[in-house]
């Protein structure tokens, strides 16, 4: 699954970001603190912005028949007691998009509508789990979720171990405060402080290796560019603890890349709710340094291109905001998106889409996709 909530994405290897951490030692702190606290923020910059994958998993996967997930199945929720709208999940997922399907899952999920017929929200929860053949077992999660229009809300607790080293790294959200995470538009409250999203909420993490185990407390807010990090201890394998001076770190998507990145054709897989899916290619060229030109044929090979621009989210080249017009006359409707460039080329999208005329006006949805670089 790719990264059904943030601990995924925080602690999955994959993704080609950077930020800022700082790495010297402070006074009285141990080096391998030092050492433990740097490798956390690299990693976190690198990749937590894979958030982006959230709602195109959870829309993805509870389509059915989508190509993306092909041996996910989705059923009504046949449990006494179950609230309309109810399915059960369960599968295998390719969730880093290489091919092989390493992410199994189950969970439930409740949908606030028929998802053929309108969307308002779902709500439900999950258990992944991700192993490699030959590598092993790597990483476990239980996770609660709410995916609305404009927002989703996340919580529970994900363990990553490292093949190599054995580290293990943990990351918790209080079910009671959930971490909301929402396209960043650069309106006051959707500041973008993970790559093209914007995170508000607060996230404990702990990593446990040879060396000793780090504490610290990820501090995010939706008007803030920037993670503050509070809490932070490091106890060694003696028992000794040194506390750490709070920090912060910038997380950005692509900050030694361009948007030439994005230059190449693509064929994308969509899924939206109220239920519909389908492809497209495509196509996209440079517009300057902060801004893409993107040509969209709907269905490949049509002749049925849209063009529309592209802008670069903040500071971050792989993270790229817009929207264009659909519809035919009398149903016309907006799509506003937001697409991450990830590590091996493709990108995925978070969009949603409001009615302006006709008899669907106000109604609105949510779509995902996912685009493969040729």
Not at 106 to 132: C, E, H, K, N, Y
Not at 174 to 183: I, R, S
Not at 270 to 295: D, F, K, M, Q, W
Not at 324 to 344: A, C, N, Q, S
Request: glycine share 14%; net charge negative.
């Amino acid at each position: 699954m790719r990264n059904l909530i943030a601990s995924a994405a925080l602690l999955m290897l994959a993704s080609g970001c950077r930020g800022g951490g700082g790495s010297e030692a402070p006074a009285g702190v141990p080096p391998a603190a030092t050492t433990m606290d740097s490798r956390l923020k690299a990693g976190m910059v690198r990749v937590l912005p894979m958030v982006a994958g959230i709602e195109s998993s959870l829309v993805f996967l509870l389509s059915p028949g989508t190509p993306v997930a092909p041996h996910v199945t989705a059923l009504p929720d046949t449990t006494p007691g179950a609230l309309p709208h109810s399915v059960t999940f369960s599968g295998s997922y390719d969730g880093n998009g290489d091919g092989f399907e390493e992410s199994t899952l189950s969970g439930r999920a409740t949908f606030d509508d028929d998802p053929d017929l309108s969307w308002s929200g779902l709500r439900g929860q999950a258990t992944v789990d991700v192993g490699i053949p030959i590598v092993g077992h790597l990483y476990h999660a239980d996770v609660v979720f709410t995916v609305a229009t404009t927002e989703r809300r996340l919580s529970g607790s994900g363990t990553f171990t490292d093949p190599l080293s054995g580290t293990r790294t943990t990351m918790t959200v209080d079910a009671a405060t959930p971490l909301a995470v929402k396209p960043a538009t650069g309106a006051a409250g959707a500041v973008a402080n993970a790559c093209g999203h914007s995170l508000d909420g607060q996230v404990r993490l702990g990593v446990e290796g040879s060396t000793g185990a780090l504490r610290s407390t990820w501090n995010f807010s939706s008007s803030s560019p920037v993670a503050s990090i509070s809490g932070a201890s490091f106890t060694d394998p003696s028992g000794q603890t040194t506390s750490l001076p709070d920090s912060s770190v910038e997380l950005r998507c692509g900050g030694s890349g361009s948007v030439n990145d994005w230059v190449a054709t693509f064929d994308q897989d969509y899924a939206c709710l109220p239920r519909e899916s389908g492809r497209s290619t495509i196509t996209i060229t440079a517009a300057g340094s902060t801004s893409i030109t993107v040509g969209d044929e709907d269905p490949p090979g049509s002749g049925d291109v849209k063009t529309y621009p592209a802008t670069m989210v903040s500071s971050s080249p792989h993270a790229m905001r817009g929207f264009f017009e659909g519809g035919p006359v009398g149903y016309r409707y907006r799509e506003d998106f937001t697409w991450t460039l990830g590590k091996g080329g493709g990108f995925t999208q978070v969009s949603t889409y409001t009615y302006f005329e006709g008899p669907n006006t106000g109604r609105s949805g949510i779509c995902v996709a996912s685009a493969r670089r040729r």
